[in-house]
């Protein structure tokens, strides 16, 4: 009986977190200050935003109107268009929280990447009905779904900015400094992998050709 309460107060605990994604929408300030100095958000939640952000991506190549978006699926690796959205919310996660702890930010890696996931909410609930609405309108209709289009991804840069400036404590200026060096941080990162991986396989060409040239030798 008590694991079976436990389980069901862990769902409800969980629903409650997802629902106050929404409230995070329309109160930012308020809602990612709860969201972590108030352990309202779930990591749970934060997982599923994501999962449902990244499903309506995929979603979009596959059934919004082709007037809109032209999809070449030969051309398309999925695992590769997934990881394309999950290398930059890595890369983000990890080049805020780096900088920031450098500077008196109070916020965890694992809020940073909480109040992030939360902050991609509109983008799921935007962009699912224009997804299906594109396929009845006309290109002249079309211009509502640029523009709503756009709406959301600006909207979710909007937020995720607040929601850093919330729990990391920042006021506007100092936020908006740091979200331009965690950018710069981003890209820094990306030279040094690209430099880090070219090593390996500058190495490991080296070892193959000693290897071959050992076989022909022997």
């Known amino acids: 009986m008590f694991k079976a309460l436990t389980k069901k107060e862990t769902y409800i605990r969980y629903l409650k977190s997802l629902k106050f ?14 969201l972590t100095h108030e352990k309202r958000g779930t990591y749970a939640a934060a997982n599923t935003i994501l999962f449902i952000t990244l499903l309506t991506r995929i979603l979009k190549l ?3 109107s082709f007037l809109f978006l032209t999809v070449y699926w030969e051309d398309i690796n999925i695992f590769l268009y997934i990881a394309s959205i999950l290398f930059p919310l890595a890369l983000w996660v990890v080049g805020n929280w780096g900088l920031t702890t450098l500077f008196d930010g109070k916020g965890r890696l694992g809020q940073v990447y909480m109040a992030t996931c939360y902050g991609m909410a509109p983008y799921p609930i935007i962009q699912i009905p224009l997804m299906i609405v594109s396929n009845f309108v006309t290109i002249e209709e079309g211009q509502f779904y640029s523009v709503l289009s756009v709406i959301s991804l600006v909207y979710c840069a909007f937020l995720i900015i607040t929601a850093m400036g919330q729990i990391h404590d920042f006021g506007f200026g100092k936020n908006i400094l740091f979200t331009i060096a965690s950018l710069f941080a981003m890209l820094v990162m990306v030279f040094i992998l690209m430099i880090f991986f070219s090593m390996i396989s500058q190495g490991v060409a080296y070892f193959i050709s000693i290897g071959r040239e ?5």
């Open 62 to 64: 596959r059934y919004t």
């Open 21 to 34: 994604s929404l409230y995070c929408m329309t109160h930012p300030l308020d809602g990612f200050w709860d």
């Open 214 to 218: 050992l076989m022909f030798r022997i």
